[in-house]
């Protein structure tokens, strides 16, 4: 597939990630659980197309998922769009340097019925075949706290992915 070039400072997050995480927070219980994420480049077109979703680690129940896209914003910088099942809607400008990403929402909107998150802050950092990501959030009455922290593994493309070639 032909990858933008404009994606160029970005192709160290491409690929479909595997892994554990724990979650915590002052008004909850905390949680761990399984999470897999893909990032794929738009066909030719210059963003990434991201989605997760996760599984307690304990139940195997579902959790948490969310999909968006990650925008090269000129040299260093990318802008993340990301929406919510649970009425969130992040918005948020970063900078990229080597394989390490910060974003800081400019703009969190929620739904009415939605909790009430009004900041959110979130590090990944690729080592190789390793992934690491923190997310903070300013959610119901308290200042940005840690939420997130998990360690993702990049899964080997499977051949049943690829398209099959012509006379394969
Ligand atoms: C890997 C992704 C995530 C997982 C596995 C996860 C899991 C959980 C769990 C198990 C709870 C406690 C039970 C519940 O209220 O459902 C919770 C609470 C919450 N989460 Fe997450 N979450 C994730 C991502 C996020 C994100 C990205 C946000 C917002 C930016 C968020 C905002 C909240 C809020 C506001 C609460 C409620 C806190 C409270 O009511 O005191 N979560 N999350």
């Keep these: 597939m032909e990858i933008h070039p404009d994606l160029s400072e970005l192709t160290f997050l491409l690929g479909v990630w595997r892994g554990t995480g724990d979650g915590h927070y002052p008004t909850i219980d905390d949680f761990s659980y399984w999470e897999e994420a893909a990032f794929s480049p738009g066909p030719g077109k210059p963003f990434i197309h991201y989605t997760q979703r996760t599984k307690d680690a304990v139940s195997g129940a579902p959790l948490h998922t969310e999909t968006g896209y990650i925008r090269p914003a000129g040299a260093g910088r990318a802008e993340l769009v990301l929406i919510q099942p649970t009425g969130i809607v992040e918005i948020h400008t970063g900078s990229v ?12 909107e929620t739904t009415p019925t939605a909790k009430d998150v009004t900041d959110v802050e979130r590090h990944i ?15 119901v009455g308290h200042p940005l706290e840690t939420h997130l922290e998990a360690r993702l593994v990049r899964q080997i493309p499977s051949p049943w992915d690829r398209p099959t070639p012509p006379n394969g």
């Design 97 to 108: 340097s080597d394989t390490h990403l910060h974003f800081r929402a400019g703009v969190v």
């Design 125 to 139: 950092e690729v080592s190789g075949d390793l992934l690491r990501y923190r997310l903070a959030m300013a959610a």
